[in-house]
């Protein structure tokens, strides 16, 4: 399933190269300020964008719910060998500090399981 970025991004003018171009992050932009967020422009391509919002405090902050389904449950997801039930557990115990992201993945992962058993 596709994610719709452009909402996060604004297309900057300057060109990253023969057909891309540059890109800053929304959040950063309203937080930092516009000339903050240029210093850390990134090319127009889904994984850039992806990697850029996913260690995004600004977009984290301002979208949980959003940042949540587009990276807490991948997370989950993966988590099937030894190394990522570790690195799950971290997560865990860093996420009951926040009670409110908890109870909302614990929705999600409700959500997804019936989609699941619908399928
Ligand atoms: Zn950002």
Do not use: Q
């Amino acid at each position: 399933m596709a994610f719709n970025y452009k909402p996060f991004i604004e297309i900057l003018a300057e060109k990253a190269n023969a057909w891309r171009n540059y890109c800053i992050c929304i959040p950063c932009k309203d937080i930092l300020g516009r000339e903050s967020a240029i210093l850390k422009k990134f090319p127009n391509k889904t994984e850039r964008i992806r990697t850029h919002l996913k260690k995004c405090e600004h977009f984290k902050n301002k979208f949980p719910e959003i940042y949540i389904e587009l990276f807490e449950i991948e997370i989950i997801r993966v988590g099937n060998n030894e190394e990522n039930s570790k690195k799950r557990l971290r997560r865990e115990s860093y996420t009951s500090s926040m009670s409110w992201t908890s109870m909302y993945t614990f929705k999600l992962l409700l959500i997804n399981l019936l989609k699941y058993l619908m399928i």
